[in-house]
């Protein structure tokens, strides 16, 4: 350890070891209650455990939660006082709880004896989780799965424009545009459909294959991706740690309790007598100086024992040429400007010649300190982000910014691309031959009558047969002792194929709307030659579900190779219209296999600009909200393209969304004054004491050894880049 830790191991000032706190979360869904234990550690947020439960009811929410608290908490021994509540947006009026469920609440932390952090809404917990992941704003239709109910959120750069929540009926994609056609504010919906919950991955392959076109107002076909579990939990948690900690970072969930390290009680914690303690506040409003304070009471000290010794020396140096005075004359010589052995014992004198190496060593080494060393050093600072949008039009008829209107220029592009794919079958279809026999027609009216071919005869069963040709019957009066007159036999085949249609002898077949009374048809022996069995059929979702992902993939390809061909242009992939140019499938809906293939041509057309001309919109939108000792650095502004409408003469209007990131103004010159001749380490934290500095980095030409490294003397060879992490 080295003196300026061992001197500051003893300073009030110096940074303990954190103690973790853990806290509760509660997400209160339409149909389930799930809950988490999770800690904040330095800047890590980890999720130790989660546990849920369905309840009917709100009068069920205090007693379910109970047990999923105790039940996440197991045999911790840890006691969490707080709880963070996750509700849903029906739970909210102008962004306040209503009455009612502030209610329940109030009631539940009574009832829990727990401290309430903070409530939010899970939509907005779900899009900062999502902007945290991805690095970007959401854009995005998210659609989240209970057994009974779905919600659906629709999100565009970062902002929600509504939540729903419907039943669920027989199908997924139906139920999700009957939520989506509620939305009618929305001009044009997000195509990109994000999905969650226990049964969202199972669902994708039906979602892929529903008509989304239809109804709704999507540019194209949606895209269709399953989110992870427990979404709406880690979301909530995350909210709640980031208004702990801004820049949290998210883990995993921990179930090991080895990791988990419970803060010290009262009863273990280190006792310290009420004298020691009031002596320590003492030495603790006495320590008010920095670490540069310390190093120049030490550069005193050492220069003071140094000054000591050169006294005794000459007093010894004294001493010893009175001695050897008296034996020894020695000539006397005019005394020199500077003479190293007057600092020596006289009787080490002779020695002098062979210090001289090492005196020019250790000029030659100084020498090399002054002009050789170089040194990099990187400053990283911490911006401040301002966040914009407008809404931006890209114009092919405008050619200049016009930053009043938000107008930039644009420029029409279009491609044409060509690819195949391949879908497994779903469909299921039966295959077979229907049952064939004769039957006798009887007539008991006293009329005649012509039943034609194709006539329907039904068994008791509901079985349904047809006649094979016209039967003309004559009525009962016709027949001797008027009995019920006789036609036959007469051909009749199944409707449907399979076996069901092999009916024995003698059975009775009801004629068309006739009662069996008058007209009756009956079996003459056994039919025979019902077949049928199951094979697999291409279906109409399956051609649907090829034809999105075919066509997704060269939605993809027109925009890479028209960036290609367009460098210096922004194009926008939601914002290509697509007109399909030749659509040939080697399989026919119900056609029997167990594979099929889609070739497909595709014209996309789209307006590209210049992200230039977005950050000069940047610029002015925020030119007037610069602090003094900052600065807009337009190099690292973000921007995001929401697309919104695609006019038919080529302009696109897109929703902007900017971050414009302000750098702290930093003095150079004093800080290469400052840190001039300094170790390494001395200078970076120098460096990260000042405002707005989150850290450094130092690399040496050349790489000394450790003990040797110092800062350049010369102010040409320390060069200061100042930049974001």
């Given at each position: 350890?080295?003196?300026?830790?061992?001197?500051?191991?003893?300073?009030?000032?110096?940074?303990?070891?954190?103690?973790?706190?853990?806290?509760?979360?509660?997400?209160?869904?339409?149909?389930?209650?799930?809950?988490?234990?999770?800690?904040?550690?330095?800047?890590?947020?980890?999720?130790?455990?989660?546990?849920?439960?369905?309840?009917?009811?709100?009068?069920?929410?205090?007693?379910?939660?109970?047990?999923?608290?105790?039940?996440?908490?197991?045999?911790?021994?840890?006691?969490?006082?707080?709880?963070?509540?996750?509700?849903?947006?029906?739970?909210?009026?102008?962004?306040?709880?209503?009455?009612?469920?502030?209610?329940?609440?109030?009631?539940?932390?009574?009832?829990?004896?727990?401290?309430?952090?903070?409530?939010?809404?899970?939509?907005?917990?779900?899009?900062?989780?999502?902007?945290?992941?991805?690095?970007?704003?959401?854009?995005?239709?998210?659609?989240?799965?209970?057994?009974?109910?779905?919600?659906?959120?629709?999100?565009?750069?970062?902002?929600?424009?509504?939540?729903?929540?419907?039943?669920?009926?027989?199908?997924?994609?139906?139920?999700?545009?009957?939520?989506?056609?509620?939305?009618?504010?929305?001009?044009?919906?997000?195509?990109?459909?994000?999905?969650?919950?226990?049964?969202?991955?199972?669902?994708?392959?039906?979602?892929?294959?529903?008509?989304?076109?239809?109804?709704?107002?999507?540019?194209?076909?949606?895209?269709?991706?399953?989110?992870?579990?427990?979404?709406?939990?880690?979301?909530?948690?995350?909210?709640?740690?980031?208004?702990?900690?801004?820049?949290?970072?998210?883990?995993?969930?921990?179930?090991?309790?080895?990791?988990?390290?419970?803060?010290?009680?009262?009863?273990?914690?280190?006792?310290?007598?009420?004298?020691?303690?009031?002596?320590?506040?003492?030495?603790?409003?006495?320590?008010?100086?920095?670490?540069?304070?310390?190093?120049?009471?030490?550069?005193?000290?050492?220069?003071?024992?140094?000054?000591?010794?050169?006294?005794?020396?000459?007093?010894?140096?004294?001493?010893?040429?009175?001695?050897?005075?008296?034996?020894?004359?020695?000539?006397?010589?005019?005394?020199?400007?500077?003479?190293?052995?007057?600092?020596?014992?006289?009787?080490?004198?002779?020695?002098?010649?062979?210090?001289?190496?090492?005196?020019?060593?250790?000029?030659?080494?100084?020498?090399?300190?002054?002009?050789?060393?170089?040194?990099?050093?990187?400053?990283?600072?911490?911006?401040?982000?301002?966040?914009?949008?407008?809404?931006?039009?890209?114009?092919?008829?405008?050619?200049?910014?016009?930053?009043?209107?938000?107008?930039?220029?644009?420029?029409?592009?279009?491609?044409?691309?060509?690819?195949?794919?391949?879908?497994?079958?779903?469909?299921?279809r039966q295959i077979g031959d229907p049952a064939r026999g004769i039957v006798n027609v009887y007539n008991a009216t006293d009329q005649q009558i012509t039943l034609k071919a194709g006539q329907t005869l039904t068994t008791d069963s509901g079985i349904k047969f047809k006649l094979d040709k016209d039967v003309p019957i004559a009525s009962k009066s016709a027949s001797a002792a008027s009995s019920p007159s006789k036609y036959g036999p007469v051909g009749a085949t199944a409707v449907s194929i399979g076996g069901d249609g092999n009916i024995p002898t003698a059975m009775e077949?009801?004629?068309?709307?006739?009662?069996?009374?008058?007209?009756?048809?009956?079996?003459?022996?056994?039919?025979?030659?019902?077949?049928?069995?199951?094979?697999?059929?291409?279906?109409?979702?399956?051609?649907?579900?090829?034809?999105?992902?075919?066509?997704?993939?060269?939605?993809?390809?027109?925009?890479?190779?028209?960036?290609?061909?367009?460098?210096?242009?922004?194009?926008?992939?939601?914002a290509l219209s697509e007109n399909i140019i030749k659509k040939s499938y080697n399989k026919n809906i119900n056609d029997a296999a167990s594979e099929f293939s889609l070739n497909l041509t595709i014209n996309y057309k789209g307006t590209a600009f210049e992200d230039s001309d977005l950050r000069t919109i940047v610029s002015k939108l925020v030119d007037t909200q610069v602090p003094d000792n900052f600065q807009l650095d337009l190099s690292s502004t973000e921007t995001q393209a929401d697309v919104s409408k695609l006019e038919k003469d080529g302009k696109l209007i897109f929703?902007?969304?900017?971050?414009?990131?302000?750098?702290?103004?930093?003095?150079?010159?004093?800080?290469?004054?400052?840190?001039?001749?300094?170790?390494?380490?001395?200078?970076?934290?120098?460096?990260?004491?000042?405002?707005?500095?989150?850290?450094?980095?130092?690399?040496?030409?050349?790489?000394?050894?450790?003990?040797?490294?110092?800062?350049?003397?010369?102010?040409?060879?320390?060069?200061?880049?100042?930049?974001?992490?």
């Amino acid at each position: 350890m080295s003196l300026f830790d061992n001197l500051t191991a003893f300073l009030p000032f110096r940074k303990k070891d954190e103690q973790p706190e853990y806290f509760f979360a509660l997400n209160i869904a339409t149909e389930k209650l799930t809950a988490a234990l999770w800690v904040v550690t330095g800047k890590q947020l980890k999720i130790l455990d989660v546990a849920s439960a369905s309840y009917s009811s709100n009068e069920e929410i205090a007693s379910v939660t109970d047990k999923l608290l105790d039940s996440v908490i197991g045999l911790k021994e840890i006691e969490p006082q707080k709880i963070l509540f996750g509700v849903h947006n029906s739970w909210l009026l102008d962004e306040n709880l209503k009455d009612e469920y502030l209610k329940i609440l109030r009631g539940l932390v009574k009832e829990l004896e727990l401290t309430p952090m903070a409530y939010v809404a899970i939509p907005h917990a779900l899009i900062n989780f999502l902007e945290k992941e991805e690095g970007i704003p959401v854009t995005a239709i998210l659609v989240g799965f209970e057994k009974m109910h779905l919600t659906v959120t629709v999100v565009r750069a970062g902002k929600l424009d509504g939540a729903k929540v419907i039943q669920r009926g027989e199908s997924a994609g139906a139920d999700i545009e009957k939520a989506l056609l509620t939305f009618a504010d929305v001009e044009t919906l997000p195509s990109k459909i994000l999905i969650y919950g226990p049964a969202a991955a199972g669902l994708k392959p039906q979602l892929l294959s529903f008509s989304w076109m239809s109804k709704l107002s999507f540019l194209h076909i949606p895209k269709i991706e399953v989110l992870e579990e427990d979404l709406e939990i880690k979301s909530i948690c995350l909210a709640g740690g980031s208004e702990i900690v801004a820049d949290i970072k998210f883990t995993d969930i921990v179930t090991s309790q080895t990791e988990i390290k419970s803060p010290l009680t009262p009863e273990e914690k280190p006792h310290v007598p009420e004298e020691k303690a009031k002596e320590k506040e003492e030495e603790k409003e006495g320590f008010g100086f920095v670490v540069g304070d310390v190093a120049e009471g030490m550069k005193s000290e050492d220069q003071k024992i140094v000054e000591e010794e050169k006294s005794k020396n000459l007093q010894e140096v004294d001493k010893q040429e009175g001695v050897e005075g008296q034996e020894l004359v020695v000539p006397q010589q005019p005394p020199s400007k500077f003479n190293l052995s007057q600092f020596l014992p006289k009787i080490k004198r002779l020695n002098i010649k062979l210090l001289l190496p090492v005196v020019l060593a250790i000029g030659a080494i100084l020498t090399a300190y002054i002009f050789l060393v170089k040194a990099d050093v990187k400053i990283f600072v911490e911006p401040k982000v301002l966040e914009k949008d407008a809404t931006v039009v890209a114009d092919p008829n405008q050619k200049e910014v016009n930053e009043e209107d938000k107008v930039i220029p644009g420029q029409i592009v279009g491609i044409e691309v060509a690819g195949s794919g391949k879908e497994s079958a779903s469909g299921r279809r039966q295959i077979g031959d229907p049952a064939r026999g004769i039957v006798n027609v009887y007539n008991a009216t006293d009329q005649q009558i012509t039943l034609k071919a194709g006539q329907t005869l039904t068994t008791d069963s509901g079985i349904k047969f047809k006649l094979d040709k016209d039967v003309p019957i004559a009525s009962k009066s016709a027949s001797a002792a008027s009995s019920p007159s006789k036609y036959g036999p007469v051909g009749a085949t199944a409707v449907s194929i399979g076996g069901d249609g092999n009916i024995p002898t003698a059975m009775e077949l009801k004629v068309g709307n006739y009662s069996k009374a008058d007209v009756v048809a009956i079996s003459e022996g056994n039919f025979s030659g019902g077949t049928s069995k199951e094979m697999t059929v291409v279906s109409t979702g399956d051609q649907q579900r090829l034809l999105a992902k075919v066509s997704s993939d060269l939605r993809q390809q027109a925009q890479q190779k028209l960036q290609e061909k367009y460098p210096d242009k922004k194009i926008l992939q939601e914002a290509l219209s697509e007109n399909i140019i030749k659509k040939s499938y080697n399989k026919n809906i119900n056609d029997a296999a167990s594979e099929f293939s889609l070739n497909l041509t595709i014209n996309y057309k789209g307006t590209a600009f210049e992200d230039s001309d977005l950050r000069t919109i940047v610029s002015k939108l925020v030119d007037t909200q610069v602090p003094d000792n900052f600065q807009l650095d337009l190099s690292s502004t973000e921007t995001q393209a929401d697309v919104s409408k695609l006019e038919k003469d080529g302009k696109l209007i897109f929703l902007a969304k900017f971050k414009a990131k302000l750098l702290p103004k930093i003095d150079t010159d004093k800080i290469k004054n400052n840190i001039r001749f300094k170790t390494p380490q001395d200078a970076i934290d120098y460096i990260k004491g000042m405002d707005d500095i989150l850290g450094a980095e130092i690399q040496m030409k050349p790489n000394l050894p450790f003990p040797l490294q110092r800062l350049p003397i010369l102010g040409r060879n320390l060069r200061i880049e100042v930049g974001l992490k």
